[in-house]
């Protein structure tokens, strides 16, 4: 049994399809271990980063998904989020259960996120200085990749999304050129499915002809 068997059983209880949305959300858990459910009532603030709520009838309605910055970090408002946090990509606007979950979702966050951060940071050394730290993973990872006609990458890709989510290292199979990352075989179903990645260029490949 699951650690939050019981904890979902009866949160869940009164959700029009309880075992589908357990499944959605223990699903996620076993991919992201570090992250915890908890139970409250929708326009409750936070400070995390982000809070994903499920509807009564999830997984058939999208759940709803705010940016909830910490006291130490601002909002960014860009092409998918308001500035009040509100989180509007097109994988929700086109939710289907089951081509749609939780676990797809919070890929995509991840993808869009690393290139757009939503937030950034409100320490005292400045603005811009506190922009650089939150943006680091785009700033950071183009000049890796611009540099992989060098030694960086060697003989082999690994995919950038699972190395920078779950900190794993997976070969790569393909590389999008807009986006200046690699892609494992999960991962390219991705930036596929976004409006806003669907037309960037993507060289499938082995991981030596990447380079």
Known sequence: MSTYDVFLNTSLSKYANPDLAKRDVLCVFTTFSDM???LDTFGATYNIPVSIWLMNKHPYNPPIVYVRPTSTMQIKSGRYVDMNGKIDLPYLKEWKHPESDLLGLIQILTIV???EPPVYSTFKQ??????ESTGES?????KRIRKSNSDEHESDANCDTCQRAENISVGAEGYCVDCEEFFCKECLRYPRRLTATKNHKIFINDANQLK
Do not use: A, W
Not at 126 to 131: C, L, M, Q
């Open 36 to 38: 915890r459910p908890k």
């Open 113 to 115: 996120f690393g290139e």
């Open 138 to 142: 785009k700033s950071g990872f183009t």
């Open 126 to 131: 400045g603005r811009n200085e506190s922009k």
